[in-house]
């Protein structure tokens, strides 16, 4: 059975540094597109980031660019969203997902067949 553990949310000041770690166990973490989708309160999920399972091609919503990174160590089974000069608005609760299915990489969390417990970020200003 696939899961997906999430770790490394918090409390952070506006401009801060915060990573995130989503590890895969029960599956190698090559056998998907990975992504991180957060939600706000009272909002809907939001793609983030995603990793590409063969290739490494990466894609990130528009207001993240430049600001967080979202890497892969197969080693580890393990996924990383870097998130760099954090913003009040960057607060939700961030999800770790996996797409086992789709040729190309999706920004739709219905795409999306696993999911991880969620994880809090909280940026102060």
């Known amino acids: 059975q696939v899961q997906l553990v999430e770790s490394g949310g918090g409390l952070v000041q506006a401009g801060g540094s915060l990573t995130l770690s989503c590890r895969v166990s029960g599956e190698f973490v090559t056998a998907y597109h990975m992504a991180w989708f957060r939600q706000a309160r009272g909002k809907e999920r939001a793609f983030v980031a995603a990793y590409k399972r063969i290739g490494g091609d990466t894609a990130y919503e528009d207001d993240v660019k430049g600001r967080f990174t979202i890497s892969r160590d197969v080693a580890k089974d393990t996924v990383f969203l870097q998130m760099n000069s954090m913003k009040p608005e960057d607060t939700a609760v961030y999800y770790c997902?996996?797409?086992?299915?789709?040729?190309?990489?999706?920004?739709?969390?219905?795409?999306?067949?696993?999911w991880g417990q969620g994880t809090q970020v909280t940026v102060s200003s």
């Open positions: 997902a996996a797409d086992g299915n789709s040729f190309a990489i999706s920004m739709d969390h219905k795409t999306y067949d696993y």
